[in-house]
């Protein structure tokens, strides 16, 4: 399948911003979550830096809690030769046993991402960071530049932003300030399924639907993906046949009835669905404004 | 969401006017035809209407686009965002500009990339001065097509008089200022009338829908037979035999075969190799992601430019619009980090023309410019740029202003002019060369440049270092500081404009010297990476090695052998660095000489090994 105009437009636009990112920052990392925009954007970066191999690692923030398909997926990239995987936990969180049935969403989160991702990249002293957020997404996420600045202490502060015009973008900083660089902001949910479905980039088979277990919860399916999942009383796991439209810490991430199994079948149902796709991301909607509340702390 | 794309493309529209002029209704309602609104964030929208909107039961829309808590708690949008849908045909990314706070940046930057703009106002109201501004910015940021869309014809009971005559001013005003195609549209936003279906209410309009209107817009492209242009970001060494230039073409057509210049160093070399995202191809367009091998080695890095013929001119001074954007003003003198393509080079604003009053749209003469001003300038560049006019180029002819320390993006700019002083000059071949000159003293000139705190000790160093060299029997010169200010530098003072020249000058004598195959050894505090990237430039990859003398300040206070510090302390010397003006410390020079660990003589003795090693004397 051939790739309509208007990706190829935004593809070329990615590539200008990966090379923008490379070449203005001293220790570049980007940041590899093992979903669909993830894997869009390594094979982006891929194209971006052809024939020469990437010219930054990439960094997974691991929460221990991720769907077991997605580390094992993650385990088979890092086999790749021209890809260099590092690895990140906050050992804090493996010290105080945090997990999300306990804890809850909002320490959860704190610790095992916002606090880890900030430990890793002060640990590698990078000085900029390329992820996979989109602006449409999320309302916070609409207004926020391609090249980030972030304060000391990797904090947003949304009035505090530069003006990004053209196609120039900046990474100068004072010292202990940071960026982070979005290269797919432009994309929307169906541009990403469409790219993937016509460059036929590999993704987690988690997107596609299939008999799992899954567990009924304050009107959401939340998948059983080992034993540490904590039932409630009357509780059992049920198989149904389920995909998910994106991919997190599988306690948070409730997946949607479908009968998806290909690509194409996956696009139909884009075209058609009524429902954000960050709905199944529970931990969003954990506090009022939280996207923007947790970017403010140092989240990506 | 919508239905699959037939023909496709994508388009960039600006969007600008006030709340009041029911421009979030406008928006909302787009996004709603598309089926770019999904369900829960509808429910989110309804919830967060009840609480904080001002429709009552009805969904607020511009809380949709508000997407800041304090922008859905105070009312106001304060930032520019971006909302994306798509039709039949083509996607469509909006940049939605707020109407009034930080009107002028917000609404610059959005219609930098911008292939049309969409300016909304109230057929109560008429064309305001909001919409004379409006106007005013969209044509300085070359928005090739506005459409006025002339919105709540309802509450004018869909009078054709007062929609013709709101259109008569507004062609008025587009006449003055020079906007070529404009065109006006009646609607209802808040029921639908001319969004995307002709209104059946105002039978009498025989145009386009605001939709039909942006479906005809084609984006802005550089004419295909225009030279191409090719800002370098990256060049890459895979391997030993191959080097790859990496960038996005700014303009014209490449194809393999091609002579390109880089117009910067003077060479060229034929197109051997391009290579897009989608794989090895002959040609490639302006927008495309390039990269491209050349069938011989020649001199090019981040920031140079591959041309081909008519070659682009090589400015040292432009003249230029600006917008400035930050709240302290803008002064003549200021020096500045330019970013244009993918060069950085440093520039002195040297004139402040004028700025435009925006009540009048005339250009009237000032001495500074405030936040959200618009003014001409002139600026003076320290080392020579590619660059075109903004009319020609978007991507070669617009530039930010950067704040020398942290970077902060200060103002955005539109060459009008760029001029080269050396157009008429052309350079002299002569017999001997500085090959020549350099391995008759058996050596290899360098600059030795030392930087460091007044009182680090670097004048101190860098003459033992000299002293030594001399003693082997090589061939030495020493500038300093304070001695360059006696002579070649006494018309300079110590402002920012100054000590940028100050440096400039030096580098380039520092140049003339490596010519004549010595080793220059240049002692200046040089507070500034951008000035010591400047002096590295200009004497050349190799040629360049940067001595950090790296004395604490606290160190620098107590030796204080001229007596500096005690005065700026007591205040009787302003600007003084590491008192009250700033030092940008190295990040990775050649040599960092630490003082408190080791006396002068074993520093630069340190320094003449150092020199051995890398075969500078031998």
Known sequence: ?300 | MSAPLKTSGLLRVLTCGSVDDGKSTLIGRLLFEFGAVPDDVMEALLRDSKRFGTTGDAPDYALLVDGLAAEREQGVTIDLAYRYFQTATRRYILADAPGHEQYTRNMATGASLADAAVLLIDARKGVLPQTRRHAAIAKLMGVPRVLLAINKMDLIGFDQAVFDSIAADFAAVAAQIGLEQVQSIPLCARDGDNITMPGERMGWYRGPSLLAALEACEPASAAPDAPARLPVQLVQRPDADSRYYLGSLAGGTLRVGDTVSNVVAGVDAKVARIILPQGEAERAEAGDAVTVALDREIDVSRGDVLATAPLPILADTISASVVWMVDAPLERGRAFTLALGTARVTGTVTAILGKLDIATLTDVPTATLAVNEIGRIEISLAQPLVCEPYTTSRDLGGFLLLDRLGGETMGAGMVAEAVSSRRHLKWQALDVTPAVRAASKAQKPVVLWFTGLPASGKSTIANLVERRLVALGRHTMLLDGDNVRHGLNRDLGFGEADRVENIRRVAEVSHLFLEAGLIVIAAFISPYRTDRDLARQVAGEGRFLEVFVDTPVAECQRRDPKGHYAKAAAGQIRNFTGVDAPYEPPLAPELHLHTLEHAADALAEQIVDDLRMRGVIF
């Open chain 1, 1 to 300: 399948m051939s790739l309509p105009a208007h990706l190829r437009v935004l593809e070329a636009e990615s590539v200008h911003i990966l090379r923008e990112a490379a070449a203005q920052a001293q220790r570049p990392v980007m940041l590899y979550s093992i979903g669909k925009d993830s894997s869009v954007l390594l094979h982006l970066a891929r194209k971006a830096f052809r024939p020469a191999p990437l010219p930054f690692p990439l960094l997974h923030v691991d929460t221990t809690w991720k769907f077991r398909a997605m580390i094992e997926f993650r385990n088979r990239l890092a086999q790749s030769p021209d890809v260099d995987v590092h690895v990140h936990s906050n050992p804090e969180g493996i010290a105080q046993g945090i997990n999300p049935f306990t804890h809850g969403s909002v320490v959860h989160n704190k610790v095992w991402k916002t606090d880890a991702l900030k430990q890793a990249l002060d640990f590698g002293g990078h000085d900029l960071a390329i992820a996979g957020a989109r602006r449409d997404e999320e309302r916070s996420r609409a207004k926020e530049r391609i090249f980030s600045l972030r304060a000391p202490g990797h904090t947003w502060d949304p009035k505090r932003q530069r003006p990004e015009l053209w196609r120039l973008y900046n990474a100068s900083v004072a010292p202990g300030e940071t960026v982070r660089a979005f290269p797919l902001s432009n994309w929307t949910e169906l541009d990403i399924w469409t790219y993937i479905q016509a460059e036929g980039i590999e993704i987690v088979d988690l997107y596609f639907a299939k008999e799992r277990p899954v567990v009924e919860r304050d009107g959401v399916m939340i998948m059983v993906d080992d034993d540490r999942f904590q039932f409630r009383p009357g509780e059992k796991a049920e198989m149904r046949r389920v995909r998910f439209r994106s991919i997190g810490c599988y306690p948070f991430t409730a997946a949607v009835a479908s009968d998806a199994t290909t690509l194409d079948e996956i696009v139909a149902e884009m075209r058609t669905t009524k429902v954000s796709e960050r709905s199944g991301r529970l931990i969003d909607s954990d506090q009022d404004s939280s996207m923007e509340m947790k970017k403010r702390e140092g989240y990506f």
